[in-house]
């Protein structure tokens, strides 16, 4: 117990997100679901509006985001789910440290395992879209600006819902909504970049988006966790 | 003052006083209801480009100004509840969200009748309506989650945070959303210094908006009492005045 005192907050960080890394790749096939979701969820798409390559032109943007979100939305339970069923959720909660900063380590380790690999995808299926090259980068900067805010207000999320046996579809009721902003400005950039403008406002709004929840998002955690661990 | 806040929140002190208040409340939301409805359907001039169907207004707007207020209240009963643990707080935020969502409810339907003349369709993807369903889905949720929490105290905790999450998001997503895209007519009362709707119009809304807040003070304190008994059932004062309104 001395030891746990004398951890300087930034080493617990790096503690707790390489713990998390490690068991997230202990369980490979968990990682991987949410990214084949996100490939047959676009996939169905072609399938289901006809595979006219102009129509899935325009779409590709929305397309892309909106499958990601649902994709990110689903892997959202596993970010406190086997820590709160073994009891390390409580043991992160007594621990000296502020709960907040655990939360945002929590939260980094979940994105690197579920939004990193769901970037890194996108290209080829924006691709197979027929996204244009230049757009493509765009879409990848809107991913990489975007899919952290929708772990950090999904972690809002989780942390209300997690000692219900039945959270999934209450927790999608909860967090779709609050995913609107980053859906808006983040298809509008990629679509703007495709009819050929600068699409830098969107862009500034999406890291002024992710600026807001890496410092607010934390403390609702926070709340929610002691909350459901009460 | 603080002192004064925790006697008004204890159970029994508001259980009695909402009683002697409710009379008052509803009486004021019949007369105005009266006046506005009087007002607003017979009396204010015909609009010019829009008909008779324009009145409608007078139940959509205060419907949507409602929308918003209540869930206001709602974050405002939220940050009481998680700051000062005061219970009546939390009675209070659950009791208002259904009629919350309620009048969200009207304002979505009143608008689509008063679409399809007016636009020539029930639903247009339009910056206000859909900030206005997205707003629906948040009570929604708030409803929901509480529902699935068996612990009610530790209910109303979560449904605090979420309400004060919510408040948080609203302009985000209201304002994203007007900047995605906009084809609702533009405020016309807000504007307080010239407004560009006609004083024998504005009355008649006014009105309706007063009495929509009444019509809320009355169903949030109906709803509040009930839920105070219910939560307090096992305790002295509840059984004492429950029968002595019985016996």
Same mark, same amino acid.
């Given at each position: 117990m001395q030891a746990s005192s004398n951890f300087s907050l930034s080493r617990a960080f790096l503690f707790l997100l390489k713990r998390d890394l490690i068991l997230a790749f202990r369980q490979r096939s968990e990682l991987a679901n949410p990214l084949l979701f996100f490939v047959i969820v676009i996939t169905l798409f072609p399938l289901g509006v006809g595979a006219d390559a102009k129509?899935?032109?325009?779409?590709?943007?929305?397309?892309?985001?909106?499958?990601?979100?649902?994709?990110?939305?689903?892997?959202?339970?596993?970010?406190?789910?086997?820590?709160?069923?073994?009891?390390?959720?409580e043991q992160l909660i007594l621990s000296a440290h502020p709960i907040t900063v655990l939360v945002l380590a929590k939260v980094t380790a979940h994105w690197l395992t579920t939004g990193l690999p769901l970037i890194l995808i996108s290209p080829l299926l924006a691709m197979m879209l027929g996204l244009s090259p230049d757009a493509m980068g765009?879409?990848?900067?809107?991913?990489?600006?975007?899919?952290?805010?929708?772990?950090?207000?999904g972690a809002i999320g989780v942390a209300l819902t997690i000692g219900l046996r039945k959270g999934g579809v209450i927790l999608s009721l909860?967090?779709?909504?609050?995913?609107?902003?980053?859906?808006?400005?983040?298809?509008?950039?990629?679509?703007?970049?495709?009819?050929?403008?600068?699409?830098?406002?969107?862009?500034?709004?999406?890291?002024?988006?992710?600026?807001?929840?890496?410092?607010?998002?934390?403390?609702?955690?926070?709340?929610?966790?002691?909350?459901?661990?009460? | 003052m603080m002192k004064w806040i925790h006697r008004l929140g204890s159970p029994p002190i508001f259980y009695r006083l909402s009683g002697k208040l409710l009379p008052w409340f509803t @009486?004021?939301?019949? %007369?105005?209801?009266?006046? #506005?409805?009087?007002?607003?359907?017979?009396? @204010?001039?015909?609009? %010019?480009?829009?008909?008779? #169907?324009?009145?409608?207004?007078?139940?959509?707007?205060p419907a949507a100004w409602m929308s918003l207020f209540i869930y206001m209240v709602m974050a405002t009963c939220g940050a009481i509840a998680l700051i000062w643990r005061i219970k009546l707080a939390e009675v209070m935020l659950i009791s208002s969200a259904p009629i919350g969502a309620m009048f969200t409810f009207i304002a979505l339907v009143t608008g689509a009748i008063w679409g399809k003349p007016m636009w020539g369709t029930y639903w247009v993807w339009d910056a206000r309506l859909t900030s206005e369903l997205i707003l629906l889905f948040l009570y929604l949720g708030v409803i929901s989650l509480y529902g699935a929490i068996d612990d009610k105290r530790t209910a109303s905790r979560a449904v605090a945070i979420l309400a004060l999450v919510g408040v948080v998001n609203i302009p985000i997503i209201h304002y994203s959303v007007e900047w995605w895209n906009t084809l609702h007519q533009g405020p016309t009362v807000t504007k307080f210094d010239k407004p560009s709707i006609h004083i024998s119009?504005?009355?008649?809304?006014?009105?309706?908006?007063?009495?929509?807040?009444?019509?809320?003070?009355?169903?949030?304190?109906?709803r509040?009492?009930?839920?105070?008994?219910?939560?307090?059932?096992?305790?002295?004062?509840?059984?004492?005045e429950i029968l002595g309104n019985t016996g």
């Open positions: 129509l899935l032109k325009v779409m590709a943007p929305g397309l892309i985001w909106v499958a990601a979100l649902l994709a990110a939305m689903l892997s959202l339970d596993s970010i406190f789910r086997s820590d709160f069923e073994d009891g390390t959720l765009v879409l990848l900067l809107t991913l990489f600006l975007g899919t952290p805010v929708l772990s950090l207000v909860l967090v779709l909504p609050l995913y609107v902003p980053v859906l808006i400005f983040a298809s509008s950039a990629v679509m703007t970049t495709v009819s050929g403008f600068s699409a830098s406002g969107q862009i500034y709004m999406l890291a002024a988006f992710l600026a807001f929840a890496i410092s607010l998002a934390p403390l609702p955690v926070a709340a929610a966790l002691r909350m459901s661990l009460s | @009486a004021l939301f019949v %007369l105005t209801a009266i006046w #506005g409805l009087y007002d607003g359907l017979f009396l @204010a001039p015909m609009d %010019l480009k829009q008909g008779e #169907g324009y009145r409608i207004i007078f139940i959509h707007v119009m504005l009355i008649p809304l006014l009105v309706m908006a007063v009495s929509f807040k009444f019509y809320y003070a009355m169903m949030v304190l109906m509040a009492r009930t839920e105070v008994l219910q939560r307090e059932r096992n305790s002295r004062w509840v059984e004492n």
